[in-house]
Nanobody, 125 residues
Framework: QLQLVESGGGLVQPGGSLRLSCATS????????IAWFRQAPGKEREGVSC????????NYGDSVKGRFTISRDIFKKTVYLQMNSLKPEDTGVYYC??????????????????WGQGTQVTVSS
């Protein structure tokens, strides 16, 4: 059974850091791109970052470029999102998702078939 389980969310002050984890089971990371999306109250789900099935390419939303870094550990079957210089507008529920792409991954909600339950990130003083 394919599962994605997010962890690592919490409350952090502006300028702080968090590292989110997406533990996967029932899938092989070599065959799936993994992405992070987020959703703030009253807003649409937004693409944050993705990493290709080869691990060789990544993609970031404009609002997080230079602050967030996606990575993965094949042996642990886990994908990470390191978030630095956090801002209040980064607040939201963060979801990881798995999808199939022939080449580069894209941050398009409809292209991902499997989703986790999400973890809350709150950036506030």
């Amino acid at each position: 059974q394919l599962q994605l389980v997010e962890s690592g969310g919490g409350l952090v002050q502006p300028g702080g850091s968090l590292r989110l984890s997406c533990a996967t089971s029932g899938l092989t990371l070599d065959y799936y791109a993994i992405a992070w999306f987020r959703q703030a109250p009253g807003k649409e789900r937004e693409g944050v970052s993705c990493i290709s099935d080869s691990g060789g390419s990544t993609n970031y939303g404009d609002s997080v470029k230079g602050r967030f870094t996606i990575s993965r550990d094949i042996f642990k079957k886990t994908v990470y999102l390191q978030m630095n210089s956090l801002k209040p507008e980064d607040t939201g529920v963060y979801y990881c998702a798995a999808g199939f792409f022939e080449r580069l991954c894209q941050l398009i909600v409809g292209e991902y078939d499997y989703w986790g339950q999400g973890t809350q990130v709150t950036v506030s003083s």
